[in-house]
């Protein structure tokens, strides 16, 4: 088993990533913050990150949030890739917070 | 009451990344038995003591979610009423012909103002359910395989207009509100759950920016005991699992969330209580709203309003 160093580029946040699990996988097994964790299956999109440096390997994605222009330019989902070197990443997704706060702001709309 | 009208949920459509994956994960993990596949590359499931041939079917797709949610009906004059019913109410309807879904009679498909797609059926073949109608067994040997839930019990769309929905569910197609979660005005529901029969829900609904999404397919378990059971095969299957196993305010069942392959949230769920149509609704202020989503953290978490397919 290897084990790279991933990087998040906004909060500064390092963690060490084995190769079998997913960046999200290895975030959370160590108990770091900084990407927004959803349904760790590609298919709801909030763990959206942009790989700025770095390999990797992935899997299928939900076309709802990856279009095939943003996977080229390693616009992916954290759930779906696994390091193959070190990585710096920059979050792209977003959790939305106060949904309840929202839904009325969106009613009054 | 007598049950005629809407009878039951009777299948969810699913969207799925990669198939084999999925076919192994719902057949293996899950325990679902499959029952066949189609020319359009449906895989079709269902749970170990259903006697229609399906509930669940999953489709290969490039993006997660669900296609279509299907109602049985009491049967084809019924099919006819409600059909009848919805266009006089002002709903477009269209009908599937009878096979296009495999063992399947007419369906009449319809879109609801979330943009969620429902279908109503009268006919699905009898399969059984492994043991014969004289003299059977208490259960049988699928029972212990895999998660095995014992059916496929409702599911939680979100969407913008669930006003208007639980309009055609309660004035077309004669559901009951049984229960409901108001926002901070007191005027406006937040979420609110629907029962044609009486479970206490069969189908329920969160409002939401976007619509036609869905938050969770549920399957019922018969004990807390089977529920823990599963969140054992779950971590060993490395499932993701969102919360759980805990216990639902609102309905009181008691309740896994975790997430199949492709990222489409489903339940194992327990329990809950018996619905009359002489019992008034329960309501949830928004400020208790943890509790009644999830009752022992008492908070939701920040998945719950966020994350759907």
């Known amino acids: 088993m290897a084990a790279f160093t991933v990087t998040i580029e906004d909060t500064g946040e390092t963690y060490r990533c084995p190769d079998y699990k997913t960046l999200l996988e290895g975030m959370e097994a160590l108990a770091k913050k900084g990407i927004p964790v959803g349904c760790r299956g590609g298919g709801c999109g909030v ?35 696994k390091p193959t070197s070190d990585v710096t990443l920059r979050v792209l997704g977003k959790m939305k917070k106060n949904v309840c706060r929202d839904v009325n702001a969106a009613i009054a709309e | 009451m007598a049950m005629t009208g809407v009878l039951r949920p009777g299948h969810a459509v699913v969207r799925v990344l990669d198939l084999e994956e999925s076919v192994d994960f719902y057949g293996r993990v899950m325990g679902l038995k499959e029952t066949g596949r189609d020319k359009s590359g449906r895989v079709y499931f269902k ?8 509930s669940f079917v999953i489709r290969k797709a490039d993006r997660a979610g669900l296609d279509a949610f299907g109602f049985k009906v009491r ?33 009449v498909r319809f879109k609801v103002p979330t943009g969620h797609v429902i279908e109503l059926y009268a006919e699905k073949k009898d399969v059984g359910n492994g043991m014969p109608y004289v ?27 669930i006003d208007g929905n639980r309009k055609i569910f309660e004035d077309v197609l004669g559901f009951s509100l049984v229960e409901r979660v108001k926002l901070e005005d007191g005027v406006t529901d937040l979420a609110t759950w629907l029962t044609c029969s009486t479970k206490a829900h069969d189908i329920a609904m969160v409002r939401h920016a976007e619509d036609g999404k869905l938050h969770h397919v549920s399957f019922l378990l018969d004990s807390w005991e089977r529920v823990l059971r599963a969140a054992d095969l779950m971590s060993m299957n490395r499932v993701s699992i969102d919360i759980g196993p805990t216990r639902h305010g609102v309905t009181r069942g008691t ?17 809950g209580y018996q619905w009359y149509p002489d019992m008034q609704p329960v309501t949830w202020t928004w400020d208790e709203v943890g509790a009644g989503v999830f009752y022992h953290d008492r908070k939701l978490n920040e998945r719950f309003l966020s994350v759907v397919t």
């Open chain 1, 47 to 81: 763990c959206k990150v942009e790989i700025v440096a770095g390999t990797y390997s992935k899997r299928v994605m939900s076309r709802d949030h990856v279009s095939e222009e943003e996977e080229v330019a390693h616009k992916v989902l954290a759930c779906r890739v």
């Open chain 2, 47 to 54: 749970c170990w003591d259903e006697r229609d041939h399906n």
């Open chain 2, 75 to 107: 049967d084809k004059a019924t099919l006819d009423r409600l059909e009848s019913d919805l266009k006089a109410y002002g709903v477009t309807t269209e009908r599937m012909p009878a096979g296009e879904m495999l063992e399947t009679g007419e369906r």
């Open chain 2, 135 to 161: 003299n059977p067994e208490a259960w049988t040997p699928d029972a212990e395989k895999g998660i095995a839930p014992i059916r496929m019990d409702h599911c939680l769309i979100y969407g913008g207009d």
């Open chain 2, 255 to 271: 309740t896994i969330y975790f997430f199949d392959p492709s990222g489409n949230r489903m339940e194992t769920f327990c329990g």
